[in-house]
């Protein structure tokens, strides 16, 4: 699986092609599909471009993509875009418009009633292991470790000479994930290495102006359809080393 991380907390200074509106999310959700994405990530914005849980800016958002791909569509829960857990939580209890899936940062305060809310909503969950943080042990402790629909196991080393190896590090201390399927991906310098490995691991993983803007020759991407092409084809050269 490859999926396609449309623009995360990214903004109109990130360049043209990072989507902000539903309608620009919608199109260039259409464009990655058709190129080779079978599962899709946003992060639902205000008009200003901010990062928003609103059940009205996720409703939109969802709408608009799904009039035109047919394939899972996710959401952040991100605590950047509501940094109090309790107003967190009522925004996710909210939502008129369900997600197929949401990701779920198992450091952050209040991750595991964001899950439990989700779970029992019948949305699956994400569980975002970042390395760097006490994710993958507070995800071990987790009840609902054997309910999440997979692990994003999320490297945030951005050095394409080290992300590899904290990529190694990070499945290590998932070991088994618990029996969930395993997402890896990087981000900015680290995002093709750390997808290359993925290819080679036979791991799902993700492309997108979330985790970076720029192919992996080092030219700007100009679109996430332009992001995805590399990315399979990437991906794919990585499994051909398995």
Known sequence: MVQVCLNGARG?????GVPLSPEAMAESAA???????????VHPKTPCGQDSLSPRVVAATLDAIRARVSVPVGVTTGAWAEPDPVARLERVRAWTVLPDHASVNWHEPGAEEIAAVLIERGVGVEAGIWSGTDGASRFARSPLRGQVLRVLAEVTDPSPD???ESARVLLADLGSAHGRPVLLHGE??????????????GLATRIGMEDTVVLPDGGWAGSNAELVVAGVREYEGGRAYQ
Not at 31 to 41: C, N
Not at 188 to 201: F, K, M, N, Q, T
């Open 31 to 41: 464009l990655a599909v058709a190129a080779g994405a079978t599962d899709v990530h």
């Open 12 to 16: 109109a200074a990130d360049g043209a």
């Open 188 to 201: 900015d310098g680290g995002a093709w290495p750390v997808l290359r490995l993925a290819g080679r691991l």
């Open 162 to 164: 080290t992300a590899e």
